[in-house]
C-alpha cells in the first residue's frame, strides 16, 4: 500500500510557551475527505497554522510528512509550491491589491517554483470567469481589493475561489462554513465537492456537522485538547451533533 | 509578464545591490574647488552666457551668501554640516567644440550609459520600431552638462520647444528671460540661491498656444563625477490652452561621500494649460550604516497663472540619503488646479522630509494632496504639508489624505500637516492614517505562494495604487519594479 499524502505523527506545539498540540497523529490519503471537529479553543486553527507553516507557532515534537517530503522544514512558499492549500478562518485583507491580480501572482510564482511556465492573463481570466460562475459570484469580484469590504461570506467564498484557482493536492479548510447562511453554505460545498479527485486530499475543519450534510466525509476525527480523542466515520460527525462535545471536554 | 513578476526579477537581479552603482568611465572637465563670484563667472564663461544671466547669477550668488548659515534647520533630517568650499560647482564630460548635433557625436561610453539606466535615447530605434521602445522624447544631463535630447525635429514641426536650458538662453532668450524666477525667484531659500548661482543645466520647456505636446518629454540626470554637485534648473511653459506631460528621472553612482543634488524646477501654466509633471527619483541611498548617498535638496514649484489651469506633481521618491522637497503649486488663476501625488520609501538609513504646498490666490480654486510613505529598516519619514487659503479665494477646497505605511518597529513615520485658512467659506479636509505591514497580510501572501519579498513588494505596491496610477505607463511599471528594489531587505 503507498504511503499517505499526509501523516501526522505525535506533533506538539506551542504558543507563546503555551502548548496547544498535544501528540497529534493523523493520516489522510490522496482523495480522502478528513473531517476535523471539535470544540472552540482545542486546535483546529493552531493545527492548521501549524501544518502551513505561521511563524510563531514552534514544533517541539514529531513530524509531517507530506508527499515524501518533510513538510516542517519548509518554508510557507515552498509548502504552497508543492500544493498545500490553506482556506483562512479569518481571511486577511489587502488594500489596493485587487483579486485577479492577486490570485494571478500567486500561481503563477507557485508554477514558476514548480518550473512551470506562466499563465497569461487571458487563459487566468477564462479559468476565473468559469470558476466564478460555479461559485454564483459577479465577476465584478475580481476587480476588487483582495477581502477589503467583503462580508464574511464573501471573504469565505474568496478562499474557496483561490483554492479551485491553484488546484492544491492538500486542502486545508479552516471552519469555512463558520457564519455562512444557509445559501452560501450550499455554494461554499459545491465548491469544495468540484475539488474531490483522487488525487487530492480534504482536510475539512469545522465546528458543527452542518457541512458534512453537502460535503460527505470519508473519515471524522475530533480534536480535544490539542489531541485527537477519536476517529471515525460519517456517523461520528451525528453523534457529536447529538451529544455535543462535552464528553471530549477537559474536567 | 506581470509587474509583480518583473519587480521580482529585477529584485533578484540587484540581489541588494544599488542597480544603477557604477561609474562611467570617461574625462571630464570640472571647476577649481570651491565657490566664490570667480567660480560663478566660470561656469557662466563656459556657457558662453549673455551679460544678463551672468548678473542674475551674481545677484543670487550674493543672496545665498547673505543666506549663509541660513540654512534651513526646520525640516527633521540630520546630517553633519556641509563645506560648500570643498565641492565641485561644474563639471562636464569633455567633448570637442560645440554640443552635440546629432546622437552621433555622442560619446558611445555615455550612450551605453544611459542604455544601461534603461532609457531610450537612441530615437533611430524607436523610429525603426524596436520593441521596447517608447514614444518618448528624452533630454539626458550628465554630471553638470546636457549630452543629448531626442525628437527634438518632431517636437520643433509643432513649435514645442525641448532643449538643454544652456540653448534656450542662446536661442530663446526673451522666454528665458521672462519667466527665470518667475516661479521660484532668486533668494527664494538657501539652495535656491545657490542654485540660482551655479546651475549648470537641466531642461526648458514651451509648448505653445493650443498645442498638446503629442508625446511625454522625459529627463534623466545622471551624477557620475566624484566631489560634484548636480543643480540642475528646469523651466517649463505651457501657454494658453496647451498641455504637456513631463517625466525626470535620476541616477547617480555608489560612493562612500555624500553629493549634493540642490535642483529648481519652475512651471507656469496660462489660462486653460496643464502640466503634469512626474519623477522617479532614484539616487543613490548609501549603505545601510548611512554611509554615502544624494542630498537630495529641491525647490520645485509650479504656478497656475492663468485661470482654468492645472498643474500636476507626481513623484515616487525611493533614493537619496536624504531628501528635503516640496513640490508646490500656486493656484493664481480662478479655477485652477493643483495636485499632488507622492510616495516616498525610507528604507536603510535614509531621511526624507517631503510634502507640498498649496497656495490658494484665486477663487474656486481647488487642490488634492495623496501621500504614501513607506518607511522600513532605520528608515525616518515626514510629511509635511501646507495648504494656505489666502483672503480673496473664496470658494476653495483642498482634500488630503496622507497614509503611513511602517515595515519593522527600527523606522519612523510622521505626519506635520499647516493649514492656514484665510477666508471663511473654504473647504479643507484632512485625513491621515498610519499602519504596518502585519505578520497576517505577510503569511497570507506567503500562504498563497509568494516569498517574502514579493509579498512585501504587492502590499506595498497596493497601499500606492493611488498614486502609482497617476503616473504614465510606461513609468508606472518601472516605478513598480524601484519600489521592489528599494525594500530589498526589509522584511527579515
Ligand atoms: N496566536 C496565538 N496567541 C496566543 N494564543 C493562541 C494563539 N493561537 C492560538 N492560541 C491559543 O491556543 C488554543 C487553541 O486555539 P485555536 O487553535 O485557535 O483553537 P480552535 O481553532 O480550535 O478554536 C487557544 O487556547 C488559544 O487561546
Ligand atoms: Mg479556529
Redo the contacts between chains.
Keep these: 500500500m503507498s504511503e499517505p499524502l499526509l501523516t501526522i505523527r505525535n506533533l506538539r506545539a506551542s504558543v507563546d510557551d503555551k502548548e496547544v498540540l498535544k501528540g497529534i497523529d493523523l493520516s489522510v490519503a490522496a482523495g480522502e475527505v478528513a473531517a476535523i471537529m471539535g470544540p472552540n479553543g482545542s486546535g483546529k486553527s493552531t493545527l492548521s497554522n501549524v501544518l ?5 507557532y514552534e514544533v517541539t515534537d514529531g513530524e509531517v510528512r507530506y508527499d515524501g517530503q518533510d513538510l516542517l522544514a519548509m ?3 515552498e ?3 508543492t500544493g498545500v ?2 482556506a ?1 478562518q479569518y ?7 485587487v483579486n485577479a ?10 508554477r ?2 514548480r518550473g512551470e511556465s ?1 499563465i497569461d ?1 487571458i487563459d487566468f481570466l477564462k479559468g476565473a470567469r468559469a470558476t466564478l460562475a460555479r461559485l454564483e459570484m459577479d465577476e465584478d469580484f475580481l476587480r476588487r ?1 483582495v477581502n477589503a469590504g467583503f462580508s464574511g461570506g464573501e471573504k469565505k467564498r474568496n478562499e474557496i475561489f ?1 483554492m479551485a484557482m ?1 488546484e492544491p493536492r492538500l486542502a486545508i479548510l479552516d471552519e469555512t462554513d463558520s457564519g455562512l447562511d444557509i445559501d452560501a453554505l450550499r455554494i461554499v460545498a459545491t465548491g469544495v465537492n468540484a475539488m474531490r479527485n483522487p488525487e487530492r486530499a480534504l482536510v475539512v475543519i469545522t465546528h458543527y456537522q452542518r457541512l458534512l450534510e453537502y460535503v460527505v466525509p470519508d473519515s471524522v476525527h475530533v480534536l480535544a485538547d490539542g489531541r485527537i480523542a477519536r476517529s471515525g466515520d460519517r456517523e461520528l460527525a451525528l453523534e457529536l451533533e447529538r451529544a455535543g462535545y462535552a464528553a471530549f471536554q477537559p474536567a | ?2 509587474p ?2 518583473e519587480t521580482v526579477e529585477t529584485v533578484e537581479r540587484a540581489s541588494g545591490e544599488y542597480r544603477y552603482g557604477f561609474v562611467t568611465d570617461i574625462e571630464t572637465e570640472r571647476a577649481p574647488t570651491g565657490l566664490n563670484e570667480e567660480i560663478v563667472r566660470f561656469i557662466s564663461a563656459k556657457k558662453e552666457e549673455p551679460e544678463w544671466l551672468l548678473e542674475w547669477r551674481l545677484k543670487a550668488f550674493r543672496m545665498w551668501l547673505g543666506l549663509e548659515d541660513r540654512e534651513p534647520r526646520w525640516a527633521n533630517v540630520h546630517f553633519p554640516k556641509i563645506d560648500f568650499q570643498e565641492a565641485c560647482y561644474y563639471a562636464a564630460p569633455k567633448q570637442e567644440g560645440d554640443g552635440p548635433a546629432s546622437l552621433d557625436e555622442v560619446d558611445p561610453e555615455l550612450l551605453r550609459t544611459y542604455e544601461k539606466l534603461g532609457i531610450p535615447l537612441r530615437e533611430q530605434e524607436v523610429l525603426a520600431g524596436v520593441a521596447g521602445a517608447g514614444n518618448v522624447a528624452v533630454d539626458a544631463v550628465f554630471d553638470s552638462v546636457s549630452v543629448a535630447t531626442t525628437f527634438k525635429d518632431k517636437l520643433a514641426e509643432m513649435g514645442v520647444i525641448f532643449c538643454p536650458i544652456s540653448e534656450a538662453v542662446r536661442d530663446h532668450p526673451e522666454l528665458v528671460r521672462k519667466y527665470l524666477g518667475s516661479v521660484v525667484p532668486q533668494g527664494d531659500n538657501f539652495y535656491a540661491a545657490l542654485n540660482s548661482a551655479v546651475f549648470s543645466d537641466g531642461s526648458f520647456v514651451y509648448v505653445p498656444k493650443g498645442v498638446q505636446c503629442p508625446m511625454e518629454l522625459s529627463t534623466y540626470f545622471r551624477i557620475n563625477a566624484q566631489g560634484t554637485g548636480q543643480f540642475e534648473r528646469t523651466l517649463i511653459i505651457a501657454d494658453e490652452g496647451s498641455r504637456v506631460s513631463y517625466l525626470e528621472g535620476c541616477t547617480a553612482p555608489q560612493r562612500d561621500e555624500n553629493q549634493l543634488h540642490a535642483a529648481v524646477v519652475e512651471l507656469v501654466a496660462l489660462k486653460d494649460a496643464e502640466i503634469k509633471y512626474s519623477t522617479v527619483q532614484n539616487w543613490y541611498p548609501g549603505d545601510a550604516e548611512g554611509k554615502g548617498g544624494i542630498y537630495n535638496f529641491v525647490t520645485k514649484r509650479g504656478a497656475c497663472r492663468g485661470a482654468d489651469s492645472k498643474i500636476s506633481w507626481t513623484q515616487v521618491e525611493t533614493g537619496s540619503a536624504i531628501t528635503w522637497k516640496y513640490p508646490s503649486v500656486l493656484l493664481q488663476g480662478d479655477r485652477s488646479i493643483g495636485e499632488f501625488y507622492s510616495v516616498a520609501i525610507s528604507n536603510l538609513r535614509q531621511q526624507a522630509d517631503t510634502g507640498t504646498k498649496m497656495i490658494h490666490l484665486g477663487r474656486d480654486t481647488r487642490s488634492t494632496i495623496i501621500s504614501k510613505g513607506i518607511s522600513a529598516g532605520r528608515g525616518q519619514q515626514t510629511y509635511r504639508g501646507l495648504v494656505r487659503v489666502q483672503p480673496k479665494a473664496g470658494g476653495a477646497r483642498n482634500f488630503t489624505q496622507c497614509d503611513s505605511l511602517l515595515i519593522g518597529d527600527t523606522c519612523g513615520g510622521h505626519t506635520v500637516p499647516y493649514i492656514d485658512v484665510r477666508h471663511p467659506g473654504a473647504e479643507v479636509a484632512h485625513e491621515a492614517t498610519t499602519s504596518r505591514i ?4 505577510l ?9 517574502p519579498e ?1 509579498a512585501v513588494s ?2 506595498v ?6 498614486v502609482l496610477q497617476q503616473l504614465p505607463m510606461e513609468f508606472a511599471v518601472e516605478a513598480q519594479k524601484l519600489l521592489g528594489i528599494s525594500l530589498e531587505g526589509a522584511v527579515g
Excluded at chain 1, 491580480?101 to 507557485?110: D, E, G, M, P, Y
Excluded at chain 2, 502585519?438 to 497580510?441: F, P, Y
Excluded at chain 2, 503569511?443 to 516569498?451: H, P
Design positions: 502551513a507553516g505561521r511563524d510563531g518554508e510557507p512558499e509548502r504552497a509550491a492549500f490553506m483562512f481571511p486577511v485583507e489587502i488594500p489596493g491589491v491580480t492577486f490570485t494571478r501572482t500567486a500561481l503563477n510564482a507557485q514558476k517554483a506562466a492573463a481589493d483561490q491553484l | 509578464m506581470t509583480l513578476r502585519s505578520d497576517a497580510q503569511f497570507y501572501c506567503r500562504q498563497r505562494g509568494l516569498d514579493e504587492m502590499i505596491n497596493g497601499f500606492c495604487r493611488d
